[in-house]
């Protein structure tokens, strides 16, 4: 059974630092993998999207990188600021009784303090 | 476009009672998708319909719940009767089909609606 851990679960920071969030995932079989923004009380938002043959995607200020073999993930988040602050969740993308899912993390709460 | 519709945002009800959750997707999107999310077990996708046809409902958690999807732009969830352990946050996504696998396509989340059993 695939699942996915994000470490760690809150993270604060201040204003312009540059972060990394984590994710793992334990069945290296996957199709992609995504990351997701969550703000309080609303959906999720597709951030970036990682085919399982590429090693890395960027846009913006934000760059996630994909170790398939190690079951790894990273989000890498640049010159932070406030409105960054939310939720972050990552989902891979593998086959799962003849269908393909999503399966999601618990994501982690960031908080950009001004 | 208006994106991913959900109705109602919030839904407030008592143990035993029908609920039933509405979603309009993304217009020509192939793909609907239903997740429930609580804070112990995070996202779970709980049914999808490929062209209004259901492909995978594994996730749906007991014979109390059952969802549908008449046509191609109106989707329901239905719980009933309803339980306090119910009570999560329910979302609804589609995905448009890209001419390629189900996993190369965003999906697209709706607003959530936030449903309370007591």
């Known amino acids: 059974k695939q699942e996915v851990t994000q470490i760690p679960a809150a993270l604060s920071v201040p204003e312009g630092e540059n972060l990394v969030l984590n994710c793992s995932f334990t069945d290296s079989a996957i199709y992609n993998l995504q990351w997701f923004r969550q703000d309080p009380g609303k959906g999720l938002t597709s951030l970036l999207l990682i085919q399982s043959s590429q090693r890395e995607q960027t846009s913006g200020r934000l760059n996630a990188s994909l170790d398939k073999s190690s079951g790894r993930s990273t989000l890498y988040i640049a010159a932070s600021q406030p409105g960054d602050s939310a939720t972050y969740l990552c989902a891979v993308s593998h086959s799962q009784g003849g269908s393909e899912k999503l399966v999601f993390g618990k994501g982690t709460k960031l908080t950009v303090n001004p | 476009d208006a994106g991913v519709i959900q109705s109602p945002r919030h839904e407030v009800t008592e143990m035993g009672q029908e609920v039933t959750l509405r979603c309009k997707p993304i217009s020509g999107h192939d793909y609907l998708f239903w997740y429930r999310q609580t804070m112990m077990r995070g996202l779970e996708l709980l049914i999808y319909f490929n062209n209004n046809v259901p492909i995978d409902d594994s996730g749906m958690p007991e014979d109390r719940f059952s969802a549908k999807m008449p046509n191609a732009s109106f989707s329901t969830l239905k719980i009933q009767p309803s339980e306090p352990r119910d009570s999560a946050v329910y979302f609804c996504?589609?995905?448009?089909?890209?001419?390629?696998?189900?996993?190369?396509?965003?999906?697209?989340f709706g607003p959530g609606t936030r449903l309370t059993v007591l």
């Open positions: 996504a589609s995905s448009p089909l890209a001419g390629g696998p189900l996993s190369y396509n965003e999906q697209f």
